[in-house]
């Protein structure tokens, strides 16, 4: 089977560190999903604004294997780096077909634009720019299951850091809204498991800006935001 994608989303990571190793787990991030020429077509989406969640089928675009080659074990980053688990018991984006799922809140859907149809989203866990092969509605009945076991993915505790800003960053940069997207993703802690030096300081990539910080037992400082020239 040849697929194609139907859509790009555009969204704030411009590289893979720091992106939320879950769907919807930063609920204000939003994403914007672009379709194609041959898919920007109103009826396509027709009935869609009654729903509240999609399902998004896309690529892990900035993963690819070489054709043939996978592992049938791969190492989990929240287990820490050194334990390995089942390609298929993990959401681990080297996968034989680099297909990814995330369930994502409907924000807005903008059908009036001239270049639209437009979907507006909350909670990707997608890089920039990555491609999008199917959209399904999220359907409650069928697709929510409270009582679910989830192996040991249940045995991982979900802890959230402590984000504080620099002096300097408070007095100077105004735009709250960034500063509330952002909190929320580094919340989650976009370091590797393996990673616990206070010492070092890191830089990722949000939007048009290049954010660096530092993290001291559970207490995420960021020390710089740096506007990135396009």
């Known amino acids: 089977m040849e697929i194609q994608p139907i859509a790009h989303i555009k969204t704030e990571f411009k ?3 720091g992106i ?3 769907s919807s787990l930063a609920s204000h991030t ?8 041959e898919y920007r077509n109103q009826d396509a989406i027709n009935g869609l604004e009654g729903f509240s969640h999609l399902w998004l089928i896309w690529e892990f675009s900035a993963n690819r294997l070489p054709k043939g080659e996978w592992s049938p074990l ?9 334990r390995y688990k089942g390609v298929f018991a993990t959401r681990s984006p080297f996968r034989p077909n680099s297909l990814g799922l995330s369930c994502v809140k409907i924000h807005s859907i903008d059908f009036d634009s001239p270049d639209g149809p437009f979907i507006y989203v909350l909670g990707a866990d997608m890089m920039d720019g990555t491609p999008i092969y199917d959209i399904k509605p999220y359907i409650r009945y069928a697709d929510s299951h409270p009582e679910a076991v989830c192996g ?10 402590q984000v504080k800003l620099s002096g300097k960053i408070k007095e100077t940069f105004k735009d709250a809204d960034f500063i509330n997207s ?9 370091r590797p498991s393996y990673h616990n030096d206070p010492n070092r300081i890191y830089g990722m990539l949000y939007g048009n800006y290049n954010v660096k910080f530092t993290v001291k037992e559970d207490i995420l400082e960021i020390i710089e935001i740096q506007l990135q020239l396009v």
Do not use: A, M, S, W
């Open 15 to 17: 590289e893979k560190f």
């Open 20 to 22: 939320p190793r879950q």
């Open 30 to 37: 939003v994403g914007k999903i672009i379709f194609t020429n």
């Open 74 to 82: 791969v190492r989990p980053p929240r287990l820490g780096g050194n």
């Open 152 to 161: 040991y993915v249940d045995e991982i505790e979900n802890t959230k850091l």
């Open 182 to 190: 952002l909190t929320e993703v580094l919340q989650l802690d976009p």
